[in-house]
């Protein structure tokens, strides 16, 4: 696997377990846009911001790293799918309406994207990333959270995920920003739910495979406690950071 691809080993559950993001969300990005002609996802793991894209677009090149993570993607007539880095999307100059990252940019903010984004791009066309940052639930679910994160998990996360704890900010980004309204994603989860999300992070998986023992086994026995009935669903939400550029 490329040391760069944290997700091939549990594309499966990463597609199972991870949340979509909000219909507003889509909606806002394609009455920014230029045209509906074409858009890229890039990063698009196993697919979800590229359906909810071909519910504006007439077409979407939706890209990943992982062949493994685009095997997991469900198909759709209007999206081409491909097994491919960031840096070299296979697009034509200046054909996209809008380049589109959901939860991935942190890995590859580099100049060499950047570049292939303003080639593909058309004058006026959007650049469209966003992360979801630390789940919030009830305050005691949060405490345990928190702590998994920080001090079970936290030496396992690689560098690149401090972009994502600073919600982008500061991170390089060379289009003049556009204000965007505020987005969350809000589901009502099991515990079953919060415990497969969890497992599907890069430093659950890195901490399995470096001590040979789930984290969330333990987890599971803190949460508990702060969630007797393990069927009962709980409200969980993730703010959503979003940062949009436009290429004049």
């Known amino acids: 696997m490329n040391p760069a691809d944290h997700f091939s080993g549990h594309a499966a559950n990463y597609a199972k377990a991870r949340p979509g993001y909000p219909p507003e969300l889509f909606a806002w990005l394609a009455r920014q846009c230029p045209a509906l002609d074409l858009a890229w996802d890039c990063g698009t793991g196993n697919g979800q911001a590229a359906q909810a894209l071909a519910e504006h677009f007439r077409r979407v090149h939706a890209t990943d790293l992982s ?62 990333a966003w992360t979801y940052t630390l789940l919030r639930g009830e305050p005691e679910l949060n405490a345990i959270v928190g702590d998994f994160y920080t001090n079970v998990v936290g030496p396992y996360w690689p560098p690149e995920r401090r972009w994502v704890d600073l919600g982008y900010r500061d991170m390089p980004f060379p289009f003049a920003d556009i204000a965007a309204p ?29 001590t040979g023992a789930d984290p969330c086994t333990a987890l599971n026995e803190r949460l508990r406690g702060v969630w007797p009935d393990p069927e009962v669903r709980k409200t969980i939400i993730w703010p959503i950071a979003l940062r949009c550029g436009r290429l004049e």
Request: charged letters at 25%; aromatic letters at 10%.
């Open 182 to 210: 505020a987005f969350e994603i809000r589901l009502e989860w099991t515990l079953a739910d919060v415990l497969a999300y969890l497992r599907t992070w890069s430093a659950t998986q890195r901490c399995i495979k470096e």
């Open 67 to 128: 062949a493994e993570q685009v095997a997991q993607a469900k198909p759709h007539p209007r999206i081409d799918y491909r097994a491919a880095p960031a840096e070299a999307s296979g697009l034509a100059d200046r054909s996209c309406d809008l380049v589109a990252v959901a939860q991935a940019l942190h890995w590859f903010c580099n100049e060499r994207f950047y570049a292939e984004v303003r080639r593909v791009l058309k004058p006026g066309g959007l650049f469209a």
